[in-house]
Every structure is written in C-alpha cells, then in structure tokens.
C-alpha cells in the first residue's frame, strides 16, 4: 500500500487515504515517512481487531465470517462517512478484502467508482492452512473460517466497478468463480530505481528469510525451514548461517537453540539487513497473493530459494530466474548447490533483476493504472 501510494502522488495523482491502525499491527503513526505529509487526507483510526472468545462465538453461531467481523468499526464507519460527505472523489480504492464491509457507506454517499485491489484469494490462504493443520480441532475450525470466508469472498465478487487481481493465477481463479465485473491483471511493482543492485558472493555466503512473523503462513514456514531444512544444511555446510528477521518475532524463537541460526526479529531498515546477505530463502507452504520480499530480493540480485505457492504470482522461471523446491531435500539441496557454486548465485540476481526492470516496474504500471481509472470515468 505504501508503494502504491507513493507511486500515485509521483504521478501526480490527489490522494486521500483512510487507513485502520489495527490493534494487532498498531503503529505509531508520526513515524511514517514525509510523503504521507503530501497527501490530500490522512487519518488512521484504532481498530481493535484482536482475536477474542467471545466475538468468535458469536460469530460462529450467526455463521458470519470472523475474518471479516474483527475489522467492522463504528469510529471507521462514522469518519469514512464525513470523508465522503466533504470530498468528491473519482475513484476508492479498497485495499483487499477487509475494508468490504464499508462498501455500502461508499455507495451511499459518494458517486465514485468502487475498485478493489485484490491482495490474496483470502480464503485460499485459510484452506491451505486447514490443509496443513495436524490437529483434527484446529483443522476443522480453520476450514469452517475459510467456507465462512469463501462465502463472503463469493458474495461480493460483482459489486465492485473493477477488480484489480495481482497475479494471473488470481485473475483467473476470480473469473472461474464466478467474477464477471471488469479486471485488470495489475502485478506488484518495484520502484527500481530506489533499489540497490548488490548480489553477494562474498564469503561465507549468508542466507537469510525477512517476513512479518504474526502472518500464520510466515510462522508455518519458519518452523518448515528450521525443523526440517536447516539441519540438512548444518550437516553439509556446517559454517553457513541463517539469518531470521521480521517484525513481530515471537519470543519461541528466541529461546530456541538452532543451529546455525540467527534470530535478529524486527530490522530498523530492511534494505541495510538484506544489502550483505546472499540468499533469500522463502519456503512458504500456504498463502495467497504474491510475495513482496521475493521481488524486492530479485530486484537485489539475491538468489532466492523459494517453493511453487512462494513463487506464485511471479513470472519467474525455475532455474533461471529462481529455485523451486516442494520438500525438504530438494530446498536443502538448492541451498547447499548455491553456497558450494556462488557463481550462480550472481547468475540468478542478475537474472532476476533484469526480470523485475521489464515487467514489474512501478512507474509504468501506475501509469498503466491511472489511465485505465481515467476510462473508468467515462463507464456509465
């Protein structure tokens, strides 16, 4: 979201931006970066959408999704309302599925066209993670959340005046459900030029996994690559460390001793911890959407070792631009084949920084945007 709207305001664009300061990603606002200064708008409203019994409960007998009930705010609602009724706007862009809810409000009181940004499928995210779940308990209620949510994801799939998918994957999937409004297949984008081209080879390489670790998918494949992949590294590369960063780090791993690993938790500047390092492991098991960090590592020139579900989203060629690994062996191999032939390592950054300059540049894809919004002005 940050990109996007920095990419808007350098093309000119009038912006206003009403955001939730959730209770679960809370953050001190008057530390965001000077750009936000530069907008039309901004507010950011304490929403409490931490997970509680109670609301669960009722959400399960009403057979609503809880996934979205924990985001449906009052004090939202009221100023969303006040924005609309002091403002004219061409276009509101939702940012993913959460802010569906407020849809009504929007319709209600402003003429604008309605266009959703389509994060992830969401409820993919939750089958997956139903799918991977051992306990017969947690398995069934994570499968209920993701019917819950499919049913709310289904629901609303036509009321939006264009539907902005951000893989082709999901630009499919969407029409195959059922989505018969207008979409624009419209990727992630790298401001390329704000992003050093440094591929490492120095010795000893480093390898290194940077993610927010309150994402269930992120915790899934943390424990995937410490449990089941690293001890296969140790064994043959025993001088090779794995470095873990990401905002949120819970104190578990902390307290574990791991071999080999490193746990650094949040980086004050994730550009200065990556710079150094050499390859980026993205082992994810479930999720949706497309990863950021596996673009922001391929426009590094970082060698990236991710699975099919990581690279999901990306036009990236296995071997080529990256590797793709499904089990344990194979990602251990990939890794521990990088570290005893560096000279690969630099082959695929080079590669894949050549990838993301061509095909997921930001300032041609808002360009792209802004002008597709300006033909949606004239859709009656």
Known sequence: MHYYTEGFLEAG??????????????????????LYKRLQYFKAIKVDNRIK???????????????????????FTDELIELLKQNTFDVVQLEGLFLVPYLATIRKYSKAKVVIRQHNIEFRIWERLAAQAKNPLKKLYLS??????????????????????????????????????????????????QIPFVPST??????YHIGAMDWLPNQ???????????????????????????????????????????????VPDALAFERDKSILLVPLLSGGGVRIKIFQG??????????SIGVEGIEAIANHHVLIADNPQ???????????????????????????????????LIEDLLLRYEQLLHVS
């Open 13 to 34: 664009a009038a912006v206003s931006m009403l955001a939730m300061n959730t209770t679960r990603h809370w953050l001190d606002t008057s530390k965001l970066p000077d």
């Open 53 to 75: 019994p109670l609301p669960a409960l009722v959400s399960l007998l009403r057979g609503t999704s809880y996934n979205i009930d924990r985001f449906v705010s009052k004090e």
């Open 144 to 193: 209920l959340l993701a019917k819950r949510l499919k049913e709310f994801e289904l629901k609303h799939i036509n009321d939006y005046d264009l539907v902005l998918s951000i893989s082709k994957e999901d630009d499919d999937y969407l029409k195959a459900l059922g989505c018969l409004k207008p979409t624009l297949l419209h990727p992630f984008g790298i401001a390329v030029e």
């Open 202 to 207: 120095v010795e000893p390489i480093s390898l």
């Open 220 to 266: 899934e494949s943390v424990q995937w690559l410490l449990e089941k992949v690293m001890p296969i590294v140790s064994q043959h590369l025993p001088a090779t460390k794995l470095y873990l960063a990401g905002r949120n780090m819970q104190n578990y791993y902390y307290q574990q001793s791991w071999q080999n690993v490193e746990v650094l938790g949040e």
């Open 298 to 307: 391929m426009a590094m020139g970082k060698a990236i070792v991710t699975t």
């Open 330 to 364: 194979d990602f251990a191999q990939s890794i521990i084949d990088l570290v005893q032939h560096p000279k690969q390592i630099l082959k695929l950054g080079t590669a894949a920084r050549a990838l993301i300059e061509t095909k997921y540049n930001r300032k041609k």
